[in-house]
């Protein structure tokens, strides 16, 4: 990853986007290490697509133990010397959190966050993946998780809400805002290497990238 200059390249985005594959595709052209969220592995994540009211609590505290733990163990590993990809960002947590739980449950739940809060190491760069909500619907339909089946348009909606409000208001790292309705980073190389280029080319803090249609 040393030409990029970038030892931390998180993707970020709504259920079903992509962020996965291109994590993938960029960790093997980049010959890095790869870091993914551990979704499978949630054993409330089948509950709370069957009754979010009831299940959305243990969901995100589930959630926010194992992202720790990942972060944690990773910490201890020092691979960030040979480049890392992830397919998101701790703060993503909060931010499913705000949608999911009630103000009573988020009250708890950032009690919860204050008490087991750790520094954690920043991106070099976050690329932010968008999309149509009927698109994302979609590719969700065709990966074909079954836990995933009863997932709702409204609620996809609403996250997707979320995540642009997020990241209008994102200074933390540099931003990378990726349009992928025309993309395809699963079976056409040649938009990973169109991205690698037009990450390369950024020159300011926050940039957006829609027009490539190769």
């Not at 025309?182 to 957006?208: H, Q, V, Y």
């Amino acid at each position: 990853m040393q030409d990029l200059h970038l030892k931390h390249i998180a993707i970020e985005g709504p259920i079903g986007i992509g962020k996965t594959t291109l994590s993938h595709a960029l960790a093997d052209k980049l010959q890095a290490d790869i870091l993914l969220e551990q979704i499978d592995d949630n054993p409330f994540i089948g509950l709370f697509y069957e009754d979010p009211a009831r299940h959305a609590l243990p969901v995100q505290l589930s959630f926010l133990f194992s992202r720790l733990k990942q972060w944690q163990a990773l910490h201890q590993q020092q691979l960030f010397q040979q480049g890392l990809i992830t397919d998101y960002i701790f703060a993503k947590d909060r931010l499913f959190a705000t949608v999911t739980l009630s103000d009573a449950e988020l009250a708890l739940y950032d009690q919860v966050l204050r008490a087991v809060a750790v520094d954690l190491p920043r991106p070099d760069l976050v690329i932010y993946l968008q999309s149509d909500a009927d698109v994302i619907m979609q590719r969700i339909k065709k990966r074909n998780r079954s836990f995933e089946q009863s997932l709702g348009s409204d609620y996809l909606k609403r996250i997707i809400a979320a995540y642009d409000q997020f990241f209008f208001h994102y200074q933390e790292t540099p931003l990378l805002i990726v349009q992928t309705d025309k993309l395809n980073f699963a079976e056409k190389p040649d938009d990973i290497d169109a991205l690698l280029a037009r990450i390369t080319a950024m020159r300011s803090g926050t940039e957006f990238w829609a027009d490539y249609t190769g």
